[in-house]
């Protein structure tokens, strides 16, 4: 049963900053990560803008940013309180999660705190699975409303609307329901710095998967090798459109 | 000895064309002994989608499984039925659209197992290559699961054939599933139907942030007319507001792979680059000739896309015309 008090649960993942250009460890066992700067994934900054959105709404009392991952996490956590969460939850594990037992830490937490809603990023620009929202719905058996450009919180449902391939989707949730944002769902506020000064006396828990009673599950997917993307052959300048048709033609594309 | 379903993606009675390149993904598994490849048809009334699915070469049957709740592709309500359907199964592969990426995770957690996304390479049954950090880097993973659920990358597979008259078996599948309530479809907004869709267009015609605002983009969608080419753009233009946010190409838009991809005044991030990597030809024109479209593109020009777009346009236009072309 859901509690009085309105809570909306953020996942907040740590990653490599969007600017960085990626390079690949020569023996191929991942990437470098060396003196990288590394940042809140920007599709969580999104979903944590949202919720301080609906809190400043009066629709919702308390935000947690959840974190799983190293204790280097707590920076982007910090910054998530500096942005506004109340308070933060790190579940701290060293080695790299797969999705689905992500999915299960974080089903774990919202049955401790019982929130309305979870807003997620459709998906973290590292790894690129997209798969933690739509998992932890499953596992909670509620509703997910993924994609999300717009959204709406009317009592007990939530009405969004989703970015498809198609154009926009407009579904109706009853709540708690999981959502995860896409990139025009707003625009997150810059952090000023009396916040991160006051960020520093906000709660910050850490946790492990043991502590909370999870048992991992085994991991289903295995990464053997990282490489660099195969590259494309240089083309050729032309000088005016009259050999940039004649180029077509000849490639023969037109 | 692999068993493949695949989910096939439909609206309005017609599959879409994401399906066939799952097939082609789904053949490549079989290629160590061979397969059966079925696809899932789950719709209302399925009747005019499974005989398109029928269709495609390579199958073995189309399953159907019409109920009303169906009307409308909902993940929390196709997922408990595709799980119903999985046991028989090695593999459920789902396209890598925004209609797999919602609906093949929450499968893949009822079943157990992570998901393998946007499978670029098929290397053995369980191996597969799939893209990382925007297709920055490639990984070769492994599942180990007792099923692999995965999403196909459409940019990275060309569609399966299409064959009349030697069509498979279609069956109805009668499954035995409670399906939830508590997510409703409300509506959709209109697609531009007089141009081709984005994600699947032979021809696209993107403009960057250089066309200055949304008036300007009408000298590409006169271009992208003479081409018959769907039209896109950058995001720097999206959240300049020139052009709606589906129009976006690239890492956090749509991955596209067209045969041409036309970049008129688009610098080339990274971001964006990802998205048409695997378009066959680029054509880039922008009037910074360092700029990094270039390295990736095909064919360059470099001037004032004002002048060379209207330039290209009537050159297309009088080829089309002298060659008799509609």
Partial sequence: ?254 | MSAVLIIAEHAHGRLNPSTAKCVSCAQALAADGGSGIDIAVLAADAATVAAQAAALQGIRRVLTVERPENAEALAAVLAPQIVALAPAYTHVLGPSTTFGKDLMPRVAALLGVSQISDIMTVQSVRRFLRPIYASNVVVMVEATGRIVVATVRTASFQPAASVTGAAVPIEAAKLQVALPTHTRFVSRSQVDAARPDLQTAARVVSGGRALASADNFQILYRLADALGAAVGASRAAVDAGYVPNDLQVGQTGKIIAPELYLALGISGAIQHLTGIKDARTIVAINKDGEAPIFEVADIGLVGDLFQLVPELEALIRARTKAKGLP
Avoid: C
């Fill in chain 1, 1 to 254: 049963m859901m509690s009085g008090v309105k809570r909306i649960l953020v996942g907040i993942k740590r990653v490599i900053d969007f600017s960085v250009r990626v390079r690949v460890k020569p023996d191929g066992s991942g990437v470098v990560t060396d003196g990288v700067k590394m940042s809140i994934n920007p599709f969580d900054e999104i979903a944590l803008e949202e919720a301080l959105r609906i809190r400043e709404r009066g629709l919702a009392d308390e935000i947690i940013a959840v974190g799983i991952g190293p204790a280097e996490a707590q920076q982007q956590l910090r910054t998530a309180l500096a942005m506004g969460a109340d308070r933060a939850v790190l579940v701290q594990i060293e080695q790299p999660l797969e999705p689905l037992a992500i999915a299960q830490v974080l089903f774990k937490l919202v049955q401790q705190h019982e929130p309305q809603l979870v807003i997620l990023g459709k998906q973290a620009i590292d790894d690129d699975n997209g798969q933690t929202g739509q998992m932890l719905a499953a596992l909670w058996d509620r509703p997910q409303a993924t994609f999300a450009s717009r959204l709406e919180l009317d009592g007990a449902k939530a009405r969004v609307t989703r970015e498809v391939d198609a154009g926009l989707e407009t579904i109706e949730v009853d709540l708690p329901a999981v959502v995860t944002t896409d990139l025009r769902l707003n625009e997150p506020r810059y952090v000023k710095l009396p916040d991160i000064m006051k960020a520093k006396k906000k709660p910050l828990e850490l946790t492990t998967p043991a502590a909370l009673g999870v048992t991992l599950p085994a991991a289903s997917v295995h990464t053997l090798k990282f490489e660099p993307p195969p590259v494309r052959a240089r083309g050729v300048r032309v000088a005016s459109v009259a050999e940039l048709v004649a180029a077509l033609e000849q490639r023969g594309v037109l």
